[in-house]
């Protein structure tokens, strides 16, 4: 079966662009989250869907962070604009079980140059 | 500050030993997870203790969970060198009425041959 599948994986940009991450989920999971992993501040969680609503966002950083998930197969986080200090490796998780038991892609690395 | 904070944060063993890695955490939790991430890789759920429980086995992992001491431990017996990786802590528990899944900062654990 494929896992959580993420696209692209490495992205360079200046500041100032917009970036879109993109995340497919497992299929049958209803459970979908966005994280941010950094050597500073280790992995912290951004927002957590359920059914393709937003559960929890009180992690997204700034008004310049938005996620949306409009079906159940299929999220994106974007940022806008895009800052130096938005540099970081940003994973996508699933689950059928919420918070439990999440399979992880291999992550988007992000460099904002 | 993080809820789970591991210790130690980088562990270097020989191959066919055991290695233990501790988290301990500050809130009532409903349960702790175990994770592993390779370098340049996503992480991979290993195991799952409920606060209930004491101890819990999978293979060669064995995790135990004191909550009285809200501390957790996680023992991989006959280390080989495929287990070099980071392990994190997760909890999992009810903050401000929300159910979130918090991330320790990890040990680095690498396996010599």
């Known amino acids: 079966d494929a896992g959580v599948i993420q696209s692209p994986r490495h992205e360079v940009t200046e500041m100032g662009q917009e970036v879109t991450l993109r995340c497919k989920p497992i299929s049958g999971h209803n459970s979908l989250f966005w994280y941010r992993q950094t050597m500073m501040r280790g992995l912290e969680l951004l927002i957590y869907?359920?059914?393709?609503?937003?559960?929890?966002d009180s992690g997204m950083p700034e008004d310049r962070f938005s996620a949306k998930m409009p079906n159940a197969s299929f999220s994106t986080l974007k940022i806008q604009p895009s800052e130096p200090r938005d540099s970081a490796v940003y994973f996508c998780?699933?689950?059928?079980?919420?918070?439990?038991?999440?399979?992880f892609g291999d992550g988007t690395r992000l460099s904002i140059l | 500050s993080q809820q789970g904070e591991e210790d130690p944060q980088a562990l270097s063993i020989q191959e066919g030993e055991n290695a233990t890695m501790n988290c301990s955490y500050k809130?009532?939790?409903?349960?702790l997870q175990w994770y592993r991430q390779n370098s340049g890789r996503g992480l991979v759920h290993l195991i799952l203790i409920r606060s209930n429980e004491r101890e819990k086995h999978s293979g060669r992992l064995r995790v135990t969970l004191d909550t009285s001491k809200k501390s957790s431990s996680l023992l991989i017996t006959a280390s080989r060198a495929a287990d070099t990786a980071s392990y994190f802590c997760a909890t999992d528990a009810t903050i401000q009425g929300a159910q979130k899944l918090v991330f320790g900062q990890g040990t680095r654990l690498t396996i010599n041959p």
């Open positions: 998780a699933s689950s059928t079980r919420g918070v439990q038991a999440q399979h």
């Open positions: 809130t009532s939790i409903n349960n």
């Open positions: 869907f359920n059914n393709n609503v937003p559960i929890d």
